[in-house]
């Protein structure tokens, strides 16, 4: 779907192919739905530096523009606010930053799904207020930042 950036719209930028397969399941629950995945940035560093790059200057652009970064926190307890640290104060609230605790490969083990099985597992959490593939050993740490995201896309992603 081509995106129309002057309606509200989410942009998805993640870190490896992993990441970008879990959003293309998302995406693929949903039919005709504003959102756009980016080309994999190359590692979780790299995703911060193409967010303040390039897309820095597409968001103070065009205001209805959300976009959420898809790491792996590789278990390390201060990645979240590392790269929360990074992210422009004027663009905070339409930043946002999920990712697995450690890497993907290891959710889709536990999980005995592929990376779009996940992807769709939770988009469908998302649509229907359960928590089910987002209550995950390795998904749960996301809980907050996931209800601040919902908030701010659930108008236009999920309408009632």
């Given at each position: 779907m081509s995106i129309n950036r002057s309606q509200p719209h989410l942009l998805v930028?993640?870190?490896?192919?992993?990441?970008?397969?879990?959003?293309?399941?998302?995406?693929?629950?949903?039919?005709?739905c504003p959102i756009q995945i980016l080309p994999v940035a190359g590692g979780w560093r790299k995703t911060i530096e193409k967010l303040r790059n390039i897309y820095v200057s597409k968001m103070r652009k065009y205001s209805t523009c959300t976009i959420v970064l898809i790491i792996d926190f590789d278990e390390e307890r201060t990645r979240l606010e590392y790269v929360t640290q990074q992210i422009p104060d004027d663009l905070r609230d339409r930043v946002f930053v999920l990712g697995v605790w450690s890497e993907p490969e290891k959710l889709g083990r536990d999980a005995k799904k592929s990376f779009e099985k996940i992807g769709d597992s939770l988009a469908n959490d998302c649509a229907n207020d359960t928590e089910t593939m987002w209550a995950h050993e390795l998904l749960k740490h996301n809980k907050p930042e996931l209800l601040r995201m919902i908030a701010s896309v659930k108008p236009f992603l999920f309408p009632a």
């Amino acid at each position: 779907m081509s995106i129309n950036r002057s309606q509200p719209h989410l942009l998805v930028l993640p870190e490896d192919d992993a990441n970008r397969q879990i959003a293309n399941g998302f995406i693929l629950y949903f039919n005709n739905c504003p959102i756009q995945i980016l080309p994999v940035a190359g590692g979780w560093r790299k995703t911060i530096e193409k967010l303040r790059n390039i897309y820095v200057s597409k968001m103070r652009k065009y205001s209805t523009c959300t976009i959420v970064l898809i790491i792996d926190f590789d278990e390390e307890r201060t990645r979240l606010e590392y790269v929360t640290q990074q992210i422009p104060d004027d663009l905070r609230d339409r930043v946002f930053v999920l990712g697995v605790w450690s890497e993907p490969e290891k959710l889709g083990r536990d999980a005995k799904k592929s990376f779009e099985k996940i992807g769709d597992s939770l988009a469908n959490d998302c649509a229907n207020d359960t928590e089910t593939m987002w209550a995950h050993e390795l998904l749960k740490h996301n809980k907050p930042e996931l209800l601040r995201m919902i908030a701010s896309v659930k108008p236009f992603l999920f309408p009632a």
